[in-house]
């Protein structure tokens, strides 16, 4: 199907419709040289070797299955191959119809045993005599009549189990049968017109060992893709992070989710494509690492509508963001400038501080002046935020709040202090103690 999605059986044999498509492949030769390549990469192929399919041609599907029925075909390569010899349809014998075989002992004594034969009677008699579906099958060989065929459809999910050929105890001999999986999956997503957002890995283990009975991990994509280079070595990755516990006998892929695929347009104005090593993509670098690291390890910062300053951003894993365009520069309060359902909170005039201190750091006081290597000079404030239910009631969550207390009032500054420069600090009134929240970069 990835030479034409217009694929039928036909009886005995496979019926391809390539007539819309010729043009793409450069002629029927391109056709078959892209044929010749499919065959070599396939399963049947490697389980024997020694077939060669054999084909033929013609201008309907009939008169195609005709030809490879009276002989005229050829190997799809080897000796004789090449394109096949279109002799004329009036020629071919009577038996190469499926509709005329019931009747053909009877048209041979006739004297009838071509297609050009039969066509000559007159068409009352024929049908009268032996019915109205032989001259209908005709008619559709000689493509006079149209004829309807069920295209092969491809099912809306993928799902394919591959055996292996023997078990297989290492992560390295499992992704040479990871890439044919995902060959076939990619061949897929193209007939499909998808890209892929999320796969299952799925093996088998031996079932002589006290394991469980299978095994294996998901993959996720940021965005939908198709490229197998990508897919593959995110495998690999997960592979060697995942150590079997028994021999594999089975490997199976299927996906979990997909997206419609929209191929990205070519620059007109670029002659060729630039030299040397290309950057890798932001999300492209996230997967990998997600992939090498583990789902958990890597986190992605979202903006949060609160006027808390630890609440204005929570973490996300990174498959919580996929097919989203994620941009972070590092872990400040100001680290996302993605734009998502969520806003930044309204505040006017205030500056937040690039880091911030989790919890807050007390402070020294020196005649009513805060501390911190050297005395703060208070530059900018004060800015009061309340504090109200602190997350996990009775739960102390910050230096400046008792257990069981639910609510706080804080006053922020803007202070220099003389070694380390502005920083962010609070006053929690009544006793005037201060704290050291955020650090300006």
């Known amino acids: 199907m990835q030479v034409t999605p217009r694929v039928a059986r036909l009886e005995e044999a496979w019926g391809l419709d390539v007539g819309h498509t010729l043009r793409l492949w450069g002629g029927l030769p391109g056709v078959l040289k892209r044929l010749h390549a499919e065959v070599l990469a396939s399963e049947a192929f490697r389980v024997d070797p020694g077939t060669v399919p054999e084909l033929s041609q013609g201008p309907t599907a009939l008169a195609a299955l005709a ?5 005229q075909r050829t190997p799809l390569w080897g000796e004789g191959a090449g394109v096949p010899d279109a002799q004329p349809l009036q020629h071919l014998p009577l038996h190469t119809l499926s509709a005329a075989r019931p009747h053909a002992a009877v048209l041979a ?3 009838l045993r071509t297609w050009g034969h039969l066509r000559r009677l007159p068409r009352d008699g024929v049908a009268r005599r032996w019915g109205s579906g032989v001259l209908t099958a005709l008619d559709q060989a000689l493509g006079v009549r149209p004829h309807p065929h069920v295209w092969l459809a491809l099912p809306p999910d993928f799902d394919q189990t591959r055996e292996l050929p023997h078990a297989l105890d290492s992560a390295p001999a499992l992704l040479p049968h990871a890439q044919r999986l995902l060959e076939a999956l990619q061949a897929w997503l193209r007939a499909r017109q998808r890209g892929v957002l999320a796969v299952r890995w799925q093996w088998t283990h031996d079932t002589r060992r006290d394991v469980p009975a299978t095994g294996g991990f998901e993959l996720r994509t940021a965005q939908a893709t198709q490229a197998l280079d990508h897919l593959l070595r995110l495998t690999s990755e997960h592979l060697a992070r995942l150590p079997l516990v028994a021999p594999v006998l089975a490997l199976r892929l299927s996906t979990l989710a997909h997206a419609p ?3 990205g347009s070519a620059d007109c104005w670029q002659a060729q494509p630039p030299s040397g090593p290309q950057p ?13 690291l583990g789902p958990d390890a890597l986190t992605v910062w979202q903006p949060h509508s609160d006027h808390r300053a630890e609440h204005m951003q929570h973490v996300d894993a990174l498959q919580k963001v996929a097919d989203k365009s994620i941009q972070s520069s590092g872990g400040g309060i ?38 911190f290597q050297g ?4 530059l900018a404030g004060p800015q009061r935020l309340e504090l109200t239910q602190w997350p996990g009631a009775g739960v102390s969550v910050a230096p400046d709040v008792a257990d069981g207390e639910w609510a706080t009032v804080r006053d922020y500054f803007v202070a220099r202090s003389p070694r380390v ?7 929690v009134p009544p006793g005037a103690r201060w704290f050291l929240h955020g650090v300006y970069a």
């Not at 890798?280 to 090498?292: D, H, K, M, N």
């Not at 505040?347 to 201190?357: E, I, V």
């Not at 005395?375 to 208070?378: K, T």
């Open 109 to 111: 004594r006739l004297g």
């Open 334 to 371: 100001f680290c996302s400038e993605k734009k998502t359902d969520q806003t930044w909170p309204a505040a006017s005039g205030s500056l937040w501080p690039t880091w911030l201190l989790s919890p807050p750091q007390p402070l020294a006081v020196r005649g009513h002046r805060p501390c």
């Open 67 to 71: 030809r490879w029925r009276a002989g």
């Open 421 to 427: 420069g502005l920083l962010w600090v609070y006053r």
């Open 261 to 263: 695929w929209v191929a």
């Open 375 to 378: 005395e703060l000079q208070l």
């Open 280 to 292: 890798v993509p932001w999300t492209a670098l996230l997967e990998r690492l997600s992939a090498r």
